[in-house]
């Protein structure tokens, strides 16, 4: 199993990102993706879910209504697009995945929001 993140950067209050985390070692259409996130001497903290099939989502309440995630089952990618973008979201953001009662995280992508 592989998690690949990208997107992260560099970005001033209020502008937007997109994440995306390419997987492959599983059938990915079949599994719940989420996006957590860590910041710099805190732990890591639920950021958003999609279901298998990407009707449902559920969001942590400091990022609703700012982020949203989507996943491209043919293309194996789940996204976090990320706007409104504010100083207390930069993070090192991950996705993750839980196969077979396995966890497995990508190594993360660094967000960085300053004015």
């Known amino acids: 199993v592989q998690l690949v993140e990208s997107g992260g950067g560099l970005v001033q209050p209020g502008g937007s990102l997109r994440l995306s985390c390419l997987v492959s070692g599983f059938s990915f259409s079949r599994y719940a993706m989420n996006w957590h996130r860590q910041a710099p001497g805190k732990e890591r903290e639920f950021v958003a879910v999609i279901s298998s099939a990407g009707g449902s989502t559920n969001y942590a309440d400091s990022v609703k209504g700012r982020f949203t995630i989507s996943r491209d089952n043919a293309k194996n990618t789940v996204y976090l697009q990320m706007n409104s973008l504010k100083t207390e979201d930069t993070a090192v953001y991950f996705c993750?995945?839980?196969?077979?009662?396995?966890?497995?995280w990508g190594r993360g992508t660094q967000v960085t929001v300053i004015s």
């Open positions: 993750h995945v839980r196969v077979w009662m396995t966890d497995y």
